[in-house]
């Protein structure tokens, strides 16, 4: 996730990324909003079978994507909404003003069509990635370069993860450090973007930065998901793709712009077909591809299995 902008060309210099050959995979344009619409980040819906909640942080509101394309806002709020999650407790999402003390995460009540309070996260300035392992959630600060563990049945929070390689190398850049999370077989997966690195650690380590190591250099990753052969798939936002990194390394661009993606933020694979990952784009406002900006999009890519 970086701050939304305006169109035209970027006016800092992206990071260092290797761009792995294109092989598009069948995709889907799901449901479209209009040019400088920012989607940041999608988890399934719980009431809904079927459809996706989707953040959109330049209109502070969620989204509820059905799934013959029909969209609606569940929420609107006061600040920017960032990461989501869907879990056995409830969904829940981020919610602050980007830079600034007094981040909360609150509870989405799709059927109400509103939202409560459940902690406020003292430690968090710029939320971002949100995940949940299992027992408690994971949230991601893009600006402080940590990662905070968040019970969200005690209402507490605390730093789980914080490490020199989550941080940015250029505080002005408007690119992000640490961005996005994902959980997969005991391990905590988190992308660098400024760093365009890749990293992990053990998800039971008493100490985890003691345990931090890179995974993949030269690889701007957003948002991110796992499968269950261990295929990573990123978002890489302002390279306008998404991209699929194998466990022996090998990478490969599985979309791009004609596919829909420019401005690629967030990926998930549905719950329910293992055969579909969900794509949501900004349609290039960070970094305009040739022809401009496109409209904001959902797509659903049909993955080779």
Known sequence: MSNPVSGGHPTFALPDHDIPPLRPVHS???AEWPEGTFLENLAPARTHPGSWLVTITSHDRIDRVDPDG????VVELPNTVTGIATTDLGTFFLTGVLGAPGWQLARLDESA??????????DLVLGNGLTWDGHRLLAVDSGLGHVVAIDPVARTSSVWLAHELLTKLNPDTPLPGANGIAVHQGWVYVTNTERAQLLCCPLASRNPADELEVVAERLAGDDLDIDPHGRIYLATHPYHSVLRLDPG???EDIAGIDQGVAGSTSVALDPQDPTALYVTSTGGLLSPPEGGVQPARLVQLTLDQ
Do not use: F, L, N
Not at 70 to 73: D, F, S, Y
Not at 113 to 122: E, H, K, N
């Open 70 to 73: 029909r969209h609606e806002t």
């Open 28 to 30: 889907v344009v799901v």
């Open 249 to 251: 390394g090998h990478r």
């Open 113 to 122: 069509a509103g939202q409560s309070t459940v902690c406020d996260i003292p």
